[in-house]
């Protein structure tokens, strides 16, 4: 695996230890029980215009922000929103069935991050060995690892379940999609797709989260074997990846990057 695959998943663990940090409070109240046909639908798709590794050339929004007011820019509030294709099954946790095709390996991506028990080894390794791919090597014991290292954080014990009592809430607001090349598959048949999400927890006691882990990202690599869209950190589509614009909703620097928001079913 590569270094920059490594910083880049450790950059995410330590974003998920902001919300873990809450938690603390519950464990020790004793609520712990043991943390492409894309141009059609979206638009152009300008994954071929970004050479493989290289970052993004957009400008950053100054002061943090960007707002398409008074010039009556694009943004990604104002823009087309992706739908999510709805799955056919389910699989040791995970939705499933998702389609050959652009929005297919989104909406993989969006159900996977948004199921993920990032803070239940032993459920998460099930999810991951449903849905990564066996050539991904390594990549379930380094995910497993993380959310063990999130855990001890919180003077939990390094493997167990969710604290009892408590529900984590995952929800994607956004995603920036770029095609990758591959000697082996079809174009259109490895994505990258980087999310903008927030995280809520609840508790029976305390239906609302007064800090939520808000617009954070994190990013995966999709592709298509065995008649399935699977996780994979090969090295040869890793390298591959590029950088996101920061996503805010009326940021017209966000739009030009290509951040469209997604739509969930009501």
């Not at 591959?182 to 994505?191: A, F, H, K, N, Y």
């Amino acid at each position: 695996m590569s270094r920059r695959h490594m910083d880049t998943h450790d950059r995410s663990a330590r974003k998920a230890k902001l919300t873990l940090a809450g938690l603390a409070v519950l464990a020790a109240a004793g609520l712990a029980g043991g943390g492409v046909a894309a141009y059609s639908l979206l638009g152009n798709d300008q994954s071929g215009q970004t050479q493989a590794g290289s970052s993004t050339t957009a400008k950053p929004a100054p002061s943090g922000s960007a707002s398409g007011k008074g010039g009556g820019a694009m943004t990604p509030e104002k823009g087309k929103k992706v739908p999510l294709s709805v799955p056919t099954g389910q699989k040791d946790g995970v939705s499933t069935g998702f389609p050959h095709n652009y929005v297919g390996a989104i909406s993989a991506a969006v159900y996977f991050w948004e199921e993920y028990a990032w803070l239940d080894d032993q459920k998460a390794r099930q999810q991951l060995e449903a849905v990564v791919s066996p050539d991904a090597t390594g990549y379930i014991d380094e995910q497993i690892s993380e959310i063990r290292k999130g855990r001890e954080a919180v003077n939990l014990p390094p493997s167990g379940g969710t604290p009892a009592g408590l529900t984590v809430t995952t929800t994607v607001n956004a995603v920036r999609v770029r095609t990758l090349a591959s000697s082996e598959l079809p174009r259109g048949d490895v994505i990258h797709v980087w999310m903008n999400y927030d995280r809520y927890a609840t508790t029976p006691d305390k239906s609302t989260d007064d800090d939520p882990l808000k617009g954070e990202d994190t990013d995966f690599i999709v592709k298509w074997q065995d008649g399935a869209w699977k996780l994979t950190n090969e090295p040869t589509y890793w390298k591959q990846r590029t950088y996101p614009v920061a996503y805010f909703p009326e940021s017209p620097y966000a739009w030009r990057d290509m951040w469209w928001q997604v739509r969930h079913e009501d």
